[in-house]
């Protein structure tokens, strides 16, 4: 069965700093993988995804994420964080031929001035 | 353009009572979700309906039905609501199948189940 880890439940990083947000998926044959992002009151919104190709996936507002099968991971990154980044990110999966995705516990992300 | 709308924002029930949210998409999406969230445990999914006249069960289907009343409408109904039923509810559309669409979500029911 599908299922996805995200090993970390808080993070708080500094404005401008580096981010990474770690994510691991079992599954398999080769996953359809996603970044979501919710903000506090609101539902979720699209990051990014991956379905083939080039492991290194670009998001919308700077977001990149990495695909590495050997070690069953798509790790969201940013280089520099804002302030308005403070929200809860979920990483899920997608299989082929089920037509639903499965969500990690999310890892909520605060931002210190 | 408003996307997913979901209805009731809030609701507080007894034990036992029941209820429907209501859910309503207006971006011709063949397909719907239900989703729950709790603290912890991200999203789990309640049940779904790959298209207009389907429905499937998710993760967590117990207590709940579904009913999709036309392409538009996606309602998740509690017929006897418990305790363990308090969550935050989501309603989601994708064009294509979820597994490779985007999804797009509603701005969430929060259930207090007392």
């Known amino acids: 069965a599908q299922s996805v880890t995200q090993p970390d439940i808080h993070i708080t990083v500094s404005e401008g700093a580096s981010l990474e947000l770690r994510c691991n998926y079992s599954?398999?044959?080769?996953?359809?993988l996603f970044w979501y992002v919710q903000s506090p009151g609101q539902g979720l919104q699209l990051l990014l995804k991956?379905?083939?190709?080039?492991?290194l996936v670009q998001g919308i507002k700077g977001f990149e994420a990495e695909f590495k099968r050997s070690q069953s991971s798509f790790n969201l990154r940013k280089p520099s964080v804002h302030w308005s980044d403070a929200a809860e990110y979920f990483c899920?999966?997608?299989?082929?031929?089920?037509?639903?995705?499965?969500f990690g516990a999310g890892t909520r992300l605060a931002v210190h001035p | 353009n408003a996307g997913v709308t979901q209805t009731p924002k809030f609701q507080v029930l007894k034990t036992g009572q029941s209820m429907t949210l209501q859910c309503a998409q207006d971006?011709?999406?063949?397909?719907m979700y239900w989703y729950r969230q709790d603290p912890g445990m991200g999203l789990r999914l309640i049940y779904y309906?790959?298209?207009?006249?389907?429905?499937d069960k998710g993760e967590v289907p117990n207590g709940y039905n579904v009913s999709r009343l036309n392409k538009r409408e996606f309602s998740l109904r509690l017929e006897s609501a418990a305790p363990s039923q308090t969550s935050v509810y989501f309603c989601?559309?994708?064009?294509?199948?979820?597994?490779?669409?985007?999804?797009?979500f509603g701005e969430g029911s929060r259930l207090t189940v007392l």
């Open positions: 989601a559309s994708s064009e294509v199948g979820g597994n490779t669409g985007e999804l797009f």
């Open positions: 599954y398999g044959a080769t996953p359809y």
């Open positions: 991956y379905f083939s190709g080039d492991t």
């Open positions: 899920a999966v997608g299989a082929s031929g089920y037509n639903k995705l499965i």
């Open positions: 971006m011709n999406h063949n397909s």
């Open positions: 309906s790959a298209s207009e006249g389907t429905t």
